[in-house]
């Protein structure tokens, strides 16, 4: 065989061999075409398939009346406070009480020096006696008058005895002494009047008790000089009194919590000298105002205290109890999801779920009251969280309010 000859069989055995692969590549590629071809149409089958709804706890919306005790603190004040501050200015002579003194309203608690009013009483004194002694002449100088005047009359009945002018004169004598007797009269009187103001002047340098209390403050001694409260803004009172068995316990109550106050009504509280002590007040006086600044209004209560335990001043802690006119809605406080822009719960309805913006009130035996588009037996969500977005489909897992 020669050289050319050969050639020719390598030459076509080498085209065999590629013939060869490129019918393998060929069927390969066919085969795999085929198989992305069904992987497709059974992914398109899975997709055209609705997902399996999701699996929700969920409770009923309930309908209670609102009954609970919360904390709020509050301020013990006396009933009646007074400073007493003298009604005249002068120096203390004698001052019989002193700081936690109890004492009857009525009561002598200081006396005060001042010569100037007591040389005014004097002075009046003297108006009067000298009024008095011008009236009893006066009257008299009338009585003569008036008598010869009636003699003059009978006199005057025989003529030629008394002439006109005399009768005359001694008419127009008695009329003037008659007036002059009202002027003295008046002028007794005014003195008279005087009198009693110097005296009352005199009186208030005696200071007493203006209602049953306790000295709790005293700021001068026998020897000081004390006036009138508005003579000096920086002058203090002489004492201080307040009326301690019978104190106000003032509260401010938040605006949400205002409904329901009835006067009459006992509140129970409690302050820190008595632990595990529990007193009671009774709702006497509300403000029927709102505070713009706090949002809360100002309620007093009566509080007696015969034994003088609680003290004005104290801090305690009031069991404000908190009560609704009507029923309202609750649902159970892991219900209530809250984001950046509202509070919600997740109503379940039809298979599917709704977040319903709501506005949340007190809790209540693990249950938070709820306000908005909600009604007593709506299912809502258990757990309300932002995974069950609006339409989602749920299947719904009643259970107790506990998650039983």
């Known amino acids: 065989m020669n050289t050319a000859c050969v050639t020719r069989a390598r030459y076509f055995s080498g085209n065999k061999t590629r013939a060869l692969l490129i019918v393998t590549t060929l069927s390969i590629g066919v085969a795999v075409c085929g198989c992305n071809s069904g992987s497709s149409k059974a992914a398109a089958a899975a997709a055209a398939q ?20 919360i904390p709020l603190p509050g301020e013990l004040q006396p009933y009646e406070e007074v400073r007493v501050f ?4 002068g120096f203390v002579k ?31 004194e003297a108006k009067v006696l000298s009024a008095e002694n011008q009236r009893i002449a006066a009257e008299a100088k009338l009585a003569a008058d008036e008598s010869s005047w009636e003699r003059l009359k009978q006199a005057a009945n025989t003529p030629g005895v008394i ?14 002494d008659r007036a002059r007797v009202v002027a003295l009269r008046n002028t007794a009187d005014a003195a008279r009047a005087n009198l009693r103001s110097a005296a009352e002047m005199e009186s208030y340098l005696r200071i007493t008790a203006p209602f049953d209390g306790v000295v709790t403050k005293r700021n001068v001694h026998p020897g000081a000089l004390v006036g009138p409260g508005g003579s000096s803004p920086t002058q203090p009172s002489m004492m201080r009194i307040e009326q301690v ?5 003032v509260v401010a109550v938040p605006e949400a919590y205002v409904a329901g106050i009835q006067k009459g009504q006992t509140i129970d509280f409690t302050v820190p000298a008595f632990p595990g002590r529990t007193f009671h007040g009774t709702v006497a006086r509300l403000a029927d105002s709102i505070d713009v600044s706090t949002r809360t209004m100002p309620v007093e209560m009566d509080v007696w205290n015969p034994s003088l335990e609680l003290h004005s001043g104290m801090f305690p802690s009031i069991l ?14 892991s219900a209530v999801g809250r984001n950046m822009e509202q509070n919600y719960v997740v109503l379940i309805r039809d298979g599917k779920a709704e977040p319903i913006s709501v ?10 009251e709820v306000f908005g588009s909600l009604e007593e037996g709506n299912d809502v969500a258990l757990h309300a969280t932002d995974e069950l977005r609006s339409g989602t489909a749920v299947s719904a897992h009643m259970v107790n309010a506990d998650g039983h």
Not at 51 to 61: L, N, R, S
Not at 163 to 176: N, R
């Open 320 to 333: 404000w109890p908190v009560r609704r006119t009507s029923s309202t809605l609750f649902v159970p406080q």
């Open 359 to 368: 506005k949340t009130g007190a809790v209540m035996d693990g249950m938070t």
């Open 245 to 249: 068995a019978h104190l106000r316990l």
């Open 163 to 176: 002439s006109d002018e005399e009768l005359e004169v001694a008419e127009k004598a008695a009329t003037a």
């Open 94 to 124: 004698w001052i019989g009480v002193d700081r936690g003194s109890t004492v009857k309203q009525g009561q002598l608690l200081a006396v005060l020096i001042a010569p100037e009013i007591v040389a005014q009483k004097s002075e009046a």
């Open 86 to 89: 003298p009604k005249v200015s």
């Open 50 to 69: 609705p997902p399996a709804p999701t699996v929700v706890d969920c409770v009923q919306v309930v309908s209670r009346r609102l009954n609970i005790t």
